[in-house]
């Protein structure tokens, strides 16, 4: 089965400040990985994607993350937060390889960046 | 390209209503999913679609249902609405296991 985990509800960070954002997944075999955004009263956003390759990958916004294979991690960052990140993150994970793997998403992490 | 669209964006009931919700999925895009999410809550999964048929459910009650259409729009049904179904529903769709999903704004609905 696959499970998700945000271990942090909510992340303070000073703007400026670089931010992190946990995320760690089990699945069997290899995963497919996901970041999300999501304003107040709006959908989730894209943010970037793990599939294979480089662990480092970079997506919108200035955010990137790192693929850790033995700590079944993914955790989010950014060099230098902006007042503008603050929002709700998810992470989410499927199996790779399989198109009838359902997706699964964390709990989300409430990032709030502090002038 | 035209994103994921639902409508309606609001909607108020009363307990023991029904209600429709609708979804259009980017073109060229033949799976949808449904979420419930609560007060900004975490994300629950409702429902998967994929080329017109059912392909997983979650842990929601059968008064929760669902249909995607030949052109792969859906739709997503709630019978005897209570007072806990309020929350924000979103929708999405994807057109391959490897790629993202893209959310539409999602329908606020409000039980009273």
């Known amino acids: 089965a696959q499970s998700v985990a945000q271990p942090e509800d909510q992340v303070n960070v000073a703007e400026g400040n670089p931010l992190t954002v946990k995320c760690t997944y089990s699945v069997s075999g290899n995963p497919y990985l996901f970041w999300y955004v999501q304003y107040p009263n709006r959908g989730l956003q894209f943010l970037l994607k793990y599939i294979t390759g480089d662990n480092l990958v970079k997506g919108s916004y200035g955010f990137e993350a790192e693929f850790n294979k033995s700590q079944t991690s993914f955790h989010l960052k950014k060099p230098s937060a902006l007042v503008s990140d603050s929002a709700l993150y998810f992470c989410a994970v499927s199996r790779a390889y399989s198109s009838a793997s359902k997706i699964i998403f964390g709990s989300g992490t409430r990032l709030s960046i502090r002038p | 390209e035209a994103g994921v669209t639902q409508s309606p964006t609001h909607l108020i009931k009363t307990r023991g209503q029904q209600v429709t919700l609708r979804c259009s999925p980017i073109s060229g895009h033949t799976s949808v999913y449904w979420y419930q999410q609560a007060l900004g809550l975490g994300l629950q999964f409702l429902l998967w679609?994929?080329?017109?048929?059912?392909?997983n459910r979650g842990n929601f009650p059968p008064r929760f249902s669902g249909r995607q259409f030949p052109n792969y729009s859906s739709e997503l049904n709630v019978n005897a609405l209570e007072l806990e179904d309020s929350a924000l529903y979103l929708c999405a769709s994807r057109d391959r296991a490897n790629q993202p999903q893209h959310f539409g704004d999602g329908t606020r609905l409000s039980i009273l």
């Open positions: 679609y994929d080329e017109g048929e059912e392909r």
